[in-house]
């Protein structure tokens, strides 16, 4: 594998942060509502307990409650790439002239619901080391939570180092949308950030627990909270891999609460000016997302569906199958729908605000957190016309960093090479943390979706 070299930032933005408002709880009595879907029964290798968990998302949120515009009408003619990138120029102005005139300062405290699955090891006279690795996930725009869990079983069987495993859904995503549909509004990236550091101060359990946990999570004491912004966790070390979207806000969690945070892998995390190529493409992005398909008769359809499309075909096959699996839900008509629907994609592709801003922060990024970065490199329009962009990504905060690019995959790396992914992931935690090869030899083995 090859990486880029130092290189000196050169692209800056004139974007300015949005403040941190601090946390508040939702006061008087909150109706929890109940899961989407029946608790999961499976697990991972057989060995780690899957379970699904819901807390109450950051109050108040920063950005205003800006109706959700109604989708483009579906075309009965094929659209050409230059309407799609119309209507992506229009929904961005439209979003960028609704912000400029929205935000006055006045807080929304619409109570939404953020979902979080739990893997832990299921033996309950495993031994949980003191500061053991907890690793937290969060994914890229319009994927599930559950996405993360091919490459989850090749990083376990690979890896000796983690006690648990925590893995995020923005609140309009996955089952979180399906908890907050008639709540949604326009997005903030910020907002996003303030969700997961709510989570990881706020709700996240003190201990690593084998047993069970409720499927509410309580909120820990005013005092851990405050201790952990100070502090960092007192029984827990953690490592994060943000893909793509989600290393955004996740990076901007990190530069409000540092001490939370022992490492990043950062899967080509989409921070930087929003200048040149990127403004371009993400607008035809933008558009695309509007009038994506997002019903079909059965998951069998979709799932033949996807296979015929070019960005869903070179996907690992049981990658794709978790798409099917938990990214889409039955209607009301008894059809597929995608979960996450195509507007709320759009809205949060079309929002630049917080990934300028977090690329004029990273350079400020605590340096006692260590960085790694992986980038793709199979040849396409997006890698080399993004190459310059992302050597200064590699590079914006130098200290304690370093980078891979993946020759195999493009940019959706988590999707199309989980192995591959898993392994360098492996790599890193086990060198980071100082695991011997001792502790190699219980690890179980995960081939083609199967444990052997």
Not at 181 to 199: E, G, H, I, P
Not at 225 to 242: E, M, Y
């Amino acid at each position: 594998m090859t990486s880029y070299p130092y290189t000196p930032t050169t692209l800056r933005t004139t974007a300015k942060p949005r403040p941190w408002v601090p946390f508040k709880p939702h006061e008087g009595h909150i109706e929890v509502p109940p899961l989407p879907f029946k608790p999961r029964s499976d697990d991972l290798l057989g060995t780690y307990n899957i379970s699904t968990h819901i807390i109450p998302a950051a109050n108040p949120r920063v950005n205003p409650n800006i109706p959700v515009p109604e989708p483009p009408p579906r075309s009965s003619k094929k659209r050409t790439k230059k309407d799609i990138k119309d209507l992506g120029i229009e929904l961005m102005e439209q979003q960028a002239r609704l912000g400029e005139d929205g935000y006055s300062g006045v807080t929304d405290e619409r109570l939404l619901w953020n979902c979080v699955n739990r893997y832990v090891k299921r033996d309950k006279e495993a031994k949980v080391r003191t500061k053991g690795i907890t690793l937290f996930l969060v994914h890229g725009v319009g994927f599930p939570k559950e996405i993360c869990e091919t490459n989850l079983c090749y990083l376990l069987a690979a890896c000796g180092v983690i006690d648990e495993i925590w893995s995020w859904e923005s609140v309009q995503h996955g089952d979180s949308a399906l908890l907050n549909r008639q709540n949604l509004s326009a997005v903030d990236w910020t907002d996003d950030a303030r969700d997961m550091a709510n989570f990881l101060i706020n709700y996240m359990p003190e201990e690593v627990e084998t047993s069970s946990l409720p499927i509410q999570l309580d909120r820990v004491p005013a005092s851990i909270g405050k201790s952990r912004q100070r502090s960092g966790f007192s029984s827990r070390t953690l490592a994060v891999a943000g893909h793509s979207y989600g290393g955004c806000p996740v990076t901007l969690a990190a530069l409000h609460f540092p001490a939370l945070f022992s490492s990043m892998i950062l899967i080509d995390a989409t921070l930087d000016p929003f200048e040149g190529f990127v403004w371009e493409n993400n607008q035809y992005l933008v558009g695309a997302a509007l009038v994506r398909r997002d019903q079909w008769p059965s998951r069998e359809d979709a799932l033949r569906s996807f296979k015929s499309s070019p960005t869903f075909s070179v996907w690992h096959p049981d990658v794709l199958r978790l798409y099917v699996d938990f990214a889409l839900y039955e209607d009301e008509s008894g059809c597929v729908r995608l979960k996450v629907p195509p507007v709320h994609e759009a809205l949060l592709t079309a929002n630049p605000q917080a990934r300028r801003g977090t690329w004029e922060l990273m350079e400020k990024l605590d340096e006692k957190i260590e960085l790694l970065w992986i980038f793709p490199g199979k040849e396409s329009l997006d890698v080399s016309m993004l190459m310059e962009l992302r050597k200064q990504r590699a590079w914006r905060r130098p200290a304690n960093s370093s980078n891979i690019i993946f020759k195999s995959a493009g940019h959706l790396i988590p999707q199309e090479s989980p192995e591959e992914l898993a392994r360098v992931m492996a790599d890193f935690l086990n060198r980071k943390y100082d695991i011997s090869s001792g502790n190699q030899s219980s690890r179980i083995a995960y081939t083609n979706g199967c444990c052997a």
